[in-house]
């Protein structure tokens, strides 16, 4: 079963304009990851924010959780055309020290148009 | 390159048939997961390894599907009886201890007829 939901499904905008994905979650987690996907490939490791932390920033990336409300966002700021990817939240809710079981969401697919 | 490596990228099979799949995780990563993903969804945890021991299985979706590690290198992913519903890409993943991201390979994109 899925445990995060991403919101929108789809979402398209212009290139330099920022992207925000937000995802909602279940169960009380650990660390909650961000990952991207090209079409037909494996994903990639965003970011990873813990359960004791609100905002954390990598690059042009900038996620936060709140989860007194079970949510995340992921801002991608001054989009690229290389942007254009599925992007999937993933919660570890697993009791021992590092993930071994994360659940994902349905994703988030960005276009990004030139 | 010292990416995670699958093989083979795409595979298609009769209903009915077993299949194999092998996933070479990152030299120095002793943890290795195997996901399935079908279009549209988020990959679904299957099984996880560390080293050699496979320390969960039960989301193993049926009797049918079978993962070994026997040296605590590559692993092989096995379904047997192969049916429509298996149609999907099969992820493998590898993670060193102290690490809680994963590494994914390409994917293993199996169609069954």
């Known amino acids: 079963s899925q445990q995060g939901e991403e919101d929108p499904q789809a979402l398209s905008i212009q290139e330099g304009e920022n992207a925000t994905m937000n995802c909602s979650y279940k169960?009380?987690?650990?660390?909650l990851q961000w990952y991207r996907q090209n079409s037909g490939r494996g994903l990639v490791h965003l970011i990873l924010i813990r359960s004791n932390e609100r905002e954390k920033h990598s690059g042009r990336l900038r996620v936060t959780l709140d989860t007194s409300k079970k949510s995340s966002s992921l801002l991608i700021t001054a989009s690229r055309a290389a942007d254009t990817a599925s992007y999937f939240c993933?919660?570890?809710?697993?009791?021992?020290?590092?993930?071994?079981?994360?659940?994902f969401g349905k994703g988030t697919k960005l276009s990004v148009i030139p | 390159d010292t990416g995670v490596s699958q093989d083979p990228r795409h595979k298609i099979t009769k209903r009915g048939q077993n299949v194999t799949f092998r996933c070479d995780p990152i030299s120095e990563h002793n943890r290795l997961y195997w996901y399935r993903q079908t279009l549209g969804q988020g990959p679904e945890f299957l099984t996880y390894f560390q080293n050699e021991a496979q320390l969960e299985k039960s989301r193993l979706l049926s009797d049918r599907f079978s993962a070994e590690r026997p040296k605590g290198s590559f692993s092989t992913l096995e379904i047997q009886r192969t049916e429509q519903g298996d149609s999907a890409m099969y992820l493998c993943a590898s993670s060193p201890t102290s690490d809680e991201k994963l590494f994914f390979g390409s994917g293993t994109q199996l169609s069954v007829l």
């Open positions: 169960t009380s987690i650990n660390n």
């Open positions: 993933a919660t570890d809710a697993g009791s021992g020290a590092g993930s071994y079981q994360l659940t």
